[in-house]
């Protein structure tokens, strides 16, 4: 019976150990403010919304799923892949076929 207490006991101590080196860094213990923080500025990475509604390439309204090219600290988006590929060539070129707020086409398809 003591052996198999020893051995329990043994178990729990060294699933114990594994764990706590599991949370532990070379400077001491996890900062869990700090996973909270990198959390929420990954966040705002994902949130950001494009600026344009149509595509700067062919005109045509864009997808919500569709690749995103960030230029001139806009984020454009696209109807279509391929389409970032283009812009991406030629981004100033590209830019220009858009009004002022980004709703419509302006420039020759």
Not at 10 to 27: H, I, L, P, R
Not at 63 to 76: C, F, I, Q, R, W
Request: proline fraction near 6%.
């Amino acid at each position: 019976m003591i052996k198999q207490f020893v051995f329990v006991l043994a178990v729990v101590f060294f699933v114990s150990t594994v764990n706590f080196a599991q949370d532990s860094t070379k400077k001491g213990l996890k900062d869990p403010h700090q996973t909270v923080e990198n959390v929420n500025q990954n966040k705002e990475n994902f949130t950001k919304e494009p600026w344009n509604k149509v595509c700067p390439v062919k005109g045509n309204p864009i997808e919500a799923d569709s690749p995103t090219v960030e230029y001139n600290g806009k984020l454009y988006a696209f109807c279509c892949p391929g389409c970032d590929t283009k812009f991406a060539k030629n981004p100033e070129k590209y830019s220009k076929n858009l009004s002022e707020d980004g709703k419509k086409f302006v420039g020759k398809k």
